[in-house]
């Protein structure tokens, strides 16, 4: 039997540590978001969770309240009423989903030889209101980051996108948002690049939009990617929310007309179709 929290009992420790402190017991309960993912280790051992918060709070500049550490868990309060919790499991993450998303992974080309050796993994959650979806994304990059670069990890998973990023990628597009306030898309949205003209979108929910796709159009695979995710960047950035046959206008100041059709990758879902 495995010893320590699954990953779903760590969730349900994050809801009644919130539920605790009173943000689920408000008479108008403000729904709560939770941002997770999960850094895998080169060996089964606990890290320096003290030289870890240090990092955090120096490295990262995330500031922390009510802090709450021990040899295998990190709690506390940051910014926005949102709560994070780090715990080491000392055993690897699943190992069926790790190889989906290796085989996804066009940014790690090497993810599935890397991570086939992790021995154990450092489960990243951060909670908080569901209307402040950016900055608990920004908060969980801090966090992640800070832990990627005490543990030596090959990388992290982001099991809701199927996103798996290798150590250095994360933490260099980490440092860029931390000190040129950049947006990490790539950290938190998957782009899927099928080809012949196809690109689709996959993460954008997380922040309560709906996802994206380009179908056959006749421009080249690195056109309809751009065009995607600077579309992608422009929604996430603003929380923009988009009718069937409005137009969507990017930073740099592209334009496509959108349509909310049944997706043809996300099949179960409703998503915005950009004429490209």
Not at 135 to 143: N, V
Request: with cysteine; glycine share 8%; net charge neutral.
């Amino acid at each position: 039997m495995r010893k320590g929290l699954s990953c779903f009992q760590f969730i349900c420790l994050i809801i009644v540590l919130v539920a605790q402190q009173g943000f689920l017991l408000a008479q108008k309960p403000i729904e709560q978001l939770v941002v997770s993912g999960t850094v895998l280790l080169p060996e089964k051992k606990a890290p320096d969770n003290k030289a870890m918060l240090a990092a955090i709070k120096n490295t990262w500049k995330l500031k922390t309240d009510s802090v709450n550490i021990s040899d295998k868990t990190i709690i506390f309060n940051t910014t926005g009423g949102a709560t994070v919790m780090i715990a080491y499991l000392d055993y690897p993450a699943a190992p069926d989903e790790i190889g989906a998303a290796a085989r996804l992974s066009w940014l790690w080309k090497t993810a599935a030889e890397e991570t086939s050796r992790h021995q154990a993994q450092v489960v990243i959650s951060v909670i908080g209101p569901a209307n402040r979806s950016l900055d608990l994304h920004k908060i969980f990059t801090q966090a992640a980051a800070a832990t990627l670069e005490v543990t030596r990890s090959p990388g992290i998973f982001v099991e809701g996108q199927y996103l798996l990023l290798a150590n250095g990628y994360y933490t260099a597009a980490a440092r860029n948002m931390v000190q040129n306030q950049s947006i990490p898309l790539y950290c938190w949205v998957y782009f899927g690049r099928p080809g012949a003209g196809n690109g689709f979108t996959y993460g954008l929910t997380e922040f309560g939009l709906e996802e994206m796709e380009i179908v056959n159009s006749t421009h080249a695979e690195i056109e309809v990617h751009a065009t995607l995710y600077d579309a992608a960047l422009s929604v996430v950035k603003y929380g923009t929310h988009f009718q069937d046959g409005q137009t969507l206008t990017t930073e740099e100041g592209a334009k496509s007309v959108v349509h909310l059709v049944k997706g043809t990758y996300l099949e179960d879902k409703k998503v915005l179709r950009l004429d490209y």
